[in-house]
């Protein structure tokens, strides 16, 4: 072999190797986080259940004294480890429609705001039935406002959850709920919020090249005129399994039932 | 100096002057502190109709039961203290547990007229012997400015200096970790003159006077207060022991001051 030759040959097969290298590149793209399947079967005693009650659009919740019916129900219905309350917005001053439910029923009541002015105040009220220690929360004024209770879920074991709550309306939102929760999807935070129906393919997009180690589900809920959709964002230990939709009275609920998957699967 | 240079100058000074302003923004609170006496003295109702007439924006409040049956306070078996304060004063109400009692809890609580972002129960030191347990509750409040400051309330032990100052050195471990401005009231049960105040409290703003609070009807001591901290970060515009309340063996503390949150 000649040295023209040679030179040929190791032109090619540099040539090959920089094309097979390039071709190699859509393989190195991140396709994000997938998490595992869960177990087929669902373990009935190990079944979180959780009231959303949402119009799932803009308007407050209450609007004509309706929580005199979810007062009954709280009272004679104690199976749900809590209550959740969207857009029961306040007025600075005068009595939550939460705080109120929570005086009826004897229970704790919390509230995670959406938005703040000086007089009115949008927010999430959150009805639990033991003694809280600590309501975690974060707040990025004008950015994004999350919170809930830490509470022992009374599942076949006890176990601790912090049981979260948010509003999304904006993609800017994403980042800064992604550095909340922090390795929090990793410490049995569940999140039951709503988020825009125009932004939730987004969310998923981005939560899925931005965290580890989580399962999210959206909740397809057929309510005429909705701009929100329901959302449950869980660490791969537990599953939102069934969301079963609802009205008491004329208030739209939906009953969330989370699941705790006892083995963790990375 | 030429013209030019003068102007340049003056334009510097509203400058700085128009950021000095927008970044050292103050509030104003309202902030009162209250033992409760587990309602032995008067209804939750009155009391809710008091802290309404003072329209106070945070309130620190101790001796609160939830859903106890006392025989000192028969009126008040079963009720949620901070729930009742709550609903009637339209504030957001957070409670700490301290301990069980009588088929209930005892402990502080919380009164907010701006949302609470978050709160944390926090068990104060209590060494052997053992005495009662004690608790913080540490809360963050956002502000309509949109800024947070901390909110506690406590009550330390009673019958103990000694647990009294490692509670309190704990409390100052505690806060030194918060990075909001903070605000601490409660019933100390101990006096200005104590080495626990004296010593626990010197870096803290202190926002409250000498009137006495306890008892109401024998006032001899001063054992409730309002601290800020740090204490560069905070302004008394008035405080005020409102002696002519005796819905409780303590009187009311109330504090209007003025908080450098930005």
Same mark, same amino acid.
């Given at each position: 072999?000649?040295?023209?030759?040679?030179?040929?040959?190791?032109?090619?097969?540099?040539?090959?190797?920089?094309?097979?290298?390039?071709?190699?590149?859509?393989?190195?793209?991140?396709?994000?986080?997938?998490?595992?399947?869960?177990?087929?079967?669902?373990?009935?005693?190990?079944?979180?259940?959780?009231?959303?009650?949402?119009?799932?659009?803009?308007?407050?919740?209450?609007?004509?004294?309706?929580?005199?019916?979810?007062?009954?129900?709280?009272?004679?219905?104690?199976?749900?480890?809590?209550?959740?309350?969207?857009?029961?917005?306040?007025?600075?001053?005068?009595?939550?429609?939460?705080?109120?439910?929570?005086?009826?029923?004897?229970?704790?009541?919390?509230?995670?705001?959406?938005?703040?002015?000086?007089?009115?105040?949008?927010?999430?009220?959150?009805?639990?039935?033991?003694?809280?220690?600590?309501?975690?929360?974060?707040?990025?004024?004008?950015?994004?406002?999350?919170?809930?209770?830490?509470?022992?879920?009374?599942?076949?074991?006890?176990?601790?959850?912090?049981?979260?709550?948010?509003?999304?309306?904006?993609?800017?939102?994403?980042?800064?709920?992604?550095?909340?929760?922090?390795?929090?999807?990793?410490?049995?935070?569940?999140?039951?919020?709503?988020?825009?129906?125009?932004?939730?393919?987004?969310?998923?997009?981005?939560?899925?090249?931005?965290?580890?180690?989580?399962?999210?589900?959206?909740?397809?809920?057929?309510?005429?005129?909705?701009?929100?959709?329901?959302?449950?964002?869980?660490?791969?230990?537990?599953?939102?399994?069934?969301?079963?939709?609802?009205?008491?009275?004329?208030?739209?609920?939906?009953?969330?039932?989370?699941?705790?998957?006892?083995?963790?699967?990375? | 100096?030429? +013209?030019?240079?003068?102007?340049?100058?003056?334009?510097?000074?509203?400058?700085?002057?128009?950021?000095?302003?927008?970044?050292?923004?103050?509030?104003?609170?309202?902030?009162?502190?209250?033992?409760?006496?587990?309602?032995?003295?008067?209804?939750?109702?009155?009391?809710?109709?008091?802290?309404?007439?003072?329209?106070?924006?945070?309130?620190?409040?101790?001796?609160?039961?939830?859903?106890?049956?006392?025989?000192?306070?028969?009126?008040?078996?079963?009720?949620?203290?901070?729930?009742?304060?709550?609903?009637?004063?339209?504030?957001?109400?957070?409670?700490?547990?301290?301990?069980?009692?009588?088929?209930?809890?005892?402990?502080?609580?919380?009164?907010? +007229?701006?949302?609470?972002?978050?709160?944390?129960?926090?068990?104060?030191?209590?060494?052997?012997?053992?005495?009662?347990?004690?608790?913080?509750?540490?809360?963050?409040?956002?502000?309509?400015?949109?800024?947070?400051?901390?909110?506690?309330?406590?009550?330390?032990?009673?019958?103990?200096?000694?647990?009294?100052?490692?509670?309190?050195?704990?409390?100052?471990?505690?806060?030194?970790?918060?990075?909001?401005?903070?605000?601490?009231?409660?019933?100390?049960?101990?006096?200005?003159?104590?080495?626990?105040?004296?010593?626990?409290?010197?870096?803290?703003?202190?926002?409250?006077?000498?009137?006495?609070?306890?008892?109401?009807?024998?006032?001899?001591?001063?054992?409730?207060?309002?601290?800020?901290?740090?204490?560069?970060?905070?302004?008394?515009? +008035?405080?005020?022991?409102?002696?002519?309340?005796?819905?409780?063996?303590?009187?009311?503390?109330?504090?209007?001051?003025?908080?450098?949150? +930005?």
């Amino acid at each position: 072999m000649n040295r023209q030759k040679l030179k040929t040959i190791l032109l090619i097969s540099f040539c090959i190797a920089g094309f097979s290298f390039s071709c190699k590149d859509p393989v190195t793209v991140d396709e994000g986080y997938e998490a595992p399947n869960p177990p087929a079967e669902v373990n009935q005693r190990n079944l979180i259940t959780v009231e959303f009650y949402s119009r799932l659009n803009e308007e407050t919740l209450f609007q004509n004294n309706e929580s005199e019916l979810v007062v009954n129900r709280i009272s004679s219905i104690t199976s749900p480890l809590a209550y959740l309350f969207d857009r029961s917005d306040a007025v600075m001053g005068q009595t939550s429609p939460v705080v109120e439910i929570g005086w009826q029923t004897q229970t704790k009541s919390f509230f995670v705001q959406n938005t703040l002015s000086d007089s009115y105040v949008q927010g999430t009220g959150m009805i639990v039935r033991p003694i809280v220690n600590v309501f975690e929360g974060a707040s990025i004024p004008d950015t994004l406002f999350i919170g809930g209770c830490t509470l022992m879920a009374p599942l076949g074991n006890p176990v601790t959850v912090t049981l979260m709550t948010c509003k999304l309306d904006h993609k800017m939102q994403f980042p800064a709920l992604v550095n909340i929760l922090g390795d929090g999807l990793n410490t049995n935070k569940l999140v039951i919020g709503t988020v825009k129906q125009h932004i939730s393919e987004d969310m998923k997009h981005f939560l899925k090249h931005h965290l580890k180690y989580f399962r999210l589900s959206f909740h397809e809920t057929g309510l005429e005129g909705r701009t929100h959709q329901l959302f449950i964002l869980t660490p791969i230990n537990f599953i939102g399994r069934e969301v079963l939709s609802a009205t008491v009275g004329t208030l739209p609920m939906y009953q969330c039932k989370i699941e705790y998957l006892k083995t963790l699967i990375y | 100096m030429n +013209k030019m240079n003068l102007r340049s100058l003056f334009l510097s000074l509203v400058l700085i002057t128009i950021s000095a302003v927008s970044f050292a923004q103050t509030t104003e609170l309202n902030v009162m502190t209250f033992n409760l006496r587990f309602g032995e003295l008067a209804s939750l109702e009155d009391m809710a109709a008091y802290i309404n007439e003072q329209q106070p924006d945070l309130v620190a409040l101790q001796e609160c039961d939830w859903k106890t049956n006392r025989e000192r306070a028969p009126k008040q078996s079963g009720k949620a203290f901070v729930n009742e304060l709550a609903y009637h004063t339209g504030m957001f109400g957070i409670y700490g547990k301290a301990i069980d009692y009588r088929g209930g809890y005892y402990g502080v609580g919380i009164l907010s +007229k701006y949302p609470v972002v978050r709160s944390e129960r926090v068990f104060l030191p209590n060494p052997r012997p053992k005495k009662e347990q004690r608790v913080m509750l540490i809360t963050e409040i956002e502000l309509p400015d949109k800024s947070i400051v901390s909110f506690i309330s406590t009550h330390l032990e009673v019958s103990s200096e000694t647990i009294r100052q490692k509670q309190i050195k704990f409390i100052n471990k505690k806060i030194k970790k918060i990075k909001t401005p903070v605000i601490l009231a409660g019933d100390l049960n101990a006096v200005p003159e104590s080495k626990e105040i004296m010593t626990g409290f010197s870096r803290w703003f202190n926002a409250t006077d000498t009137v006495f609070t306890y008892s109401t009807m024998k006032p001899a001591i001063k054992i409730d207060y309002i601290y800020g901290y740090p204490n560069k970060l905070f302004g008394l515009i +008035k405080t005020e022991v409102d002696t002519n309340c005796v819905l409780s063996d303590h009187f009311p503390v109330f504090s209007v001051i003025r908080v450098n949150n +930005k």
